[in-house]
């Protein structure tokens, strides 16, 4: 495992060896039927809200507290599930690019609906914090007329030996409806726990 960067430790409190044995989710081929974006094809720092239009999809930040709408990066991070970027609403300015629903969540905008739906997702939480660890990452579905579908969460518990891996949120859906997702990672009243997200996946739904 790459060692954190200095500066990270210094800003979130986080040691060296709090996600030791960080694992990632089984490698899947690319489906015949599903679209893989692994947010690599740009340089790190680049905003990227309208750069996989192409592939039927926009990203936004939704700031929290106001619902505004601002830009989204694919950027380099230490540990990053897929190298070298990752997805994130953190600005370039800012060293780290892990965040949680106290800044807000990326949402990803689909033009045609889908079944299913995930992302790669690994939490961070600071070890000299003694409140509970209990919120986790998580990926929302929402139909066409913004009615929520559903949530998924990050699997492991923390104290679970796979708490601090890289783990696949995967929402599958009745049929082809999904039109938008929110990815980010849900603060609570205990310790905060910031995500880091990678590899969006989704069907591609010819007949459902």
């Not at 939490?123 to 009615?147: E, F, H, M, N, Q």
């Not at 609570?188 to 590899?199: A, E, K, R, S, T």
Request: hydrophobic share 40%.
């Amino acid at each position: 495992m790459a060692p954190i960067p200095a500066s990270v430790l210094r800003q979130t409190g986080l040691r060296q060896g709090v996600n030791v044995g960080i694992r990632k989710p089984g490698r899947i081929t690319p489906l015949e039927k599903s679209t893989v974006i692994s947010f690599d094809d740009v340089a790190s720092d680049t905003m990227i809200d309208t750069h996989y239009a192409g592939q039927g999809v926009t990203l936004a930040a939704v700031l929290a507290g106001t619902g505004t709408r601002s830009h989204v990066y694919a950027r380099n991070s230490w540990n990053i599930d897929t190298a070298p970027n990752g997805v994130t609403l953190i600005d370039p300015s800012i060293a780290t690019s892990f965040f949680d629903d106290a800044t807000g969540c990326v949402e990803v905008r689909f033009e045609s609906p889908h079944s299913w739906v995930s992302i790669d997702a690994m939490p961070l939480a600071s070890p000299d914090d003694l409140r509970p660890i209990t919120a986790k990452p998580y990926l929302d579905a929402y139909d066409a007329a913004g009615v929520r579908l559903g949530r998924v969460s990050y699997a492991p518990n923390h104290g679970d030996a796979l708490w601090g891996s890289w783990q696949r949120l995967r929402l599958d859906a009745a049929g082809a409806t999904i039109r938008s997702v929110r990815i980010g990672s849900q603060r609570d009243n205990g310790c905060p726990v910031y995500g880091l997200f990678d590899q969006l996946m989704f069907s591609n739904d010819l007949t459902g």
